[in-house]
């Protein structure tokens, strides 16, 4: 089956600088690529996603990038705020069957 | 959560006894699945269902059983628990073919002693 990796497992950050987070898969088939949030106590919510026919996709202060060639994708958060700070899970898969990574906690230091 | 609950939202159970969580959706969405979530692992798939009575296994799905009567009901049953069953579970929707997308539940915290 597929194999995400997702690095750094801990990230701290400033308010207002850059967040970036970097995941790898291993599948080639894989073809759609969620980032979520994760809240204490709650479930992950869905932030942004890409699929594998585009290189770049951006909303507002997120962003998420996709190399299929070298299999890696990542999430770049701006100008980030306290509010930013959770646990960000990347994902991969095709269909309906998605392997998640192990989650980066993000601190956003006031 | 997208019209997603999970009940109980908190067990605490006893090694060997049968546990049921239920998800329940009023989004008439085709696919749910049940997770996992433990430290270091991040989500694992437990059981998917794509439709009433039909469902398939996950990446972690020895020692859980799942049934679907219903759209809208997704019942995960741990059959005789173990202290290696504890932990989050959450439960998943998506619309199916071309709607990949996947929105959580918020979640069951099991706690088997």
């Known amino acids: 089956g597929e194999n995400v990796e997702q690095h750094p497992s801990t990230l701290s950050v400033q308010e207002g600088d850059s967040a970036v987070i970097k995941c790898t898969y291993s599948?080639?088939?894989?073809?759609?690529f969620p980032w979520y949030k994760q809240e204490l106590g709650k479930g992950p919510q869905l932030i942004i996603d890409?699929?594998?026919?585009?290189g770049e996709k951006k909303d507002q202060r997120i962003a998420v990038t996709l190399n299929k060639t070298a299999k890696h994708f990542s999430l770049h958060i701006t100008e980030t705020q306290p509010e930013d700070s959770a646990v960000y899970f990347c994902?991969?898969?095709?269909?309906?069957?998605?392997?998640f990574g192990t989650g980066t906690s993000l601190t956003v230091i006031p | 959560d997208a019209g997603i609950t999970q009940s109980p939202r908190h067990k605490v159970t006893e090694t060997g006894t049968p546990v049921t969580l239920r998800c329940h959706q009023t989004?008439?969405?085709?696919?749910m699945y049940w997770y996992r979530q433990d430290p270091g692992h991040g989500l694992r798939l437990i059981h998917y269902?794509?439709?009433?009575?039909?469902?398939d296994k996950g990446e972690v799905s020895d020692g859980y059983s799942v049934s679907r009567s219903k759209t809208e009901d997704f019942l995960l049953t741990l059959e005789s628990a173990t202290s290696s069953q504890t932990s989050v579970y959450f439960c998943?929707?998506?619309?199916?073919?071309?709607?990949?997308?996947?929105?959580f539940g918020p979640g069951t915290r099991l706690l088997v002693l």
């Open positions: 599948d080639s088939a894989s073809n759609y």
């Open positions: 989004e008439n969405h085709r696919y």
């Open positions: 269902s794509y439709g009433v009575k039909d469902t």
């Open positions: 890409i699929r594998s026919n585009v």
């Open positions: 994902a991969a898969g095709s269909g309906n069957q998605f392997y």
């Open positions: 998943a929707i998506s619309g199916g073919a071309g709607e990949e997308t996947q929105y």
